[in-house]
């Protein structure tokens, strides 16, 4: 009986002791990933100082290397995304949870889950080849027309037709989210007490003033949250924005202008970047660069969300 005690003991101890290990593993490997851009990006930074993050010149021959244009293509890209993907989301999160029969709303939901299983890089192919093309003839074309002569609005818009562009990337990557926010807004819309709904629709509210003045007033922090976590996702995609942004290291005020980020510069210049080169500790101190932005983005978003729902 004793021998039987002492045996479970030792099972339970190995089994706390690996379960700290696994814990202490995840430390371990954040560490070393911040531990290793911070060091080898600081010889970026020790060069230019602070004119790594105001110079948009990158320049591998002459060696002089600058994040801004990194930076706003990031930015800007991020931005649209976000500006497309919040809205169709929660039409498509509100449509699941108030208007759509309950006979077709499985399928639905599980066809705007699958879009989260195509690889990033099957989403790139697709936009390059298909969706490029008809931004250029019948988005770009029209708006810039239409548009260009209005100062300030018109330069957003102006420009040749261009198939790659940053407003192409923002698009595509606006599809890459889609399933993420939205399931993150169904989530915060079932969270919305029942009570609350049906007391609307029993003093007469239309569907569309409950959805105004019950649903989303309960829900917004969450899905403030919902939406820079998006951005958050959004910040850090690589292969496809490589496929359609352009790789042109310039800044440009019209969105249907080629650009660059540092996830697409990163991924297209690191294999060409020599062992201890500057262009390699610059590359790293853009990584570095993204992952404080990601991080105090998906810090700030999953504040909003958890106080929502505390």
Known sequence: MAQSIRRGQVVDTVFHTALWTCGGLVLVILGTMIALLAYDGWPALREFG??????????????????????????VTSIIAVVIA????????????????QVVRKPIGVTIQLLAAVPSIIYGM????????????YIQAPLSAALSWIPFVGAVFEGP????SVFTAGLIMALMILPFITAMFVETLESVPQMLAESAYGVGA????VFRNVRIPYGRTAMV???MLGLGRALGETMAVTFVIGNANRI????????????????SEFGEAEQGSLKLHSLLQLGFSLFIISFIVLAISRWLVRSRLD
């Open 50 to 75: 602070f004119g790594f993050y105001t110079s948009a010149v990158w320049n591998p021959v002459t060696e002089k290397f600058g994040a801004l244009s990194m930076l706003y293509g990031t930015l």
């Open 86 to 101: 919040v809205p169709v989301s929660f039409g498509i999160a509100f449509f699941l949870t108030e208007v759509c029969p």
């Open 126 to 137: 697709w936009g390059a080849l298909i969706v490029a093309p008809l931004i250029a003839v």
């Open 161 to 164: 037709p261009q198939q790659f």
């Open 206 to 209: 239309t569907t569309w003033e």
């Open 225 to 227: 949250g919902a939406g």
């Open 252 to 267: 440009s005020s019209s969105i249907f202008a080629p650009g660059s980020s540092i996830a697409s510069v990163i991924a």
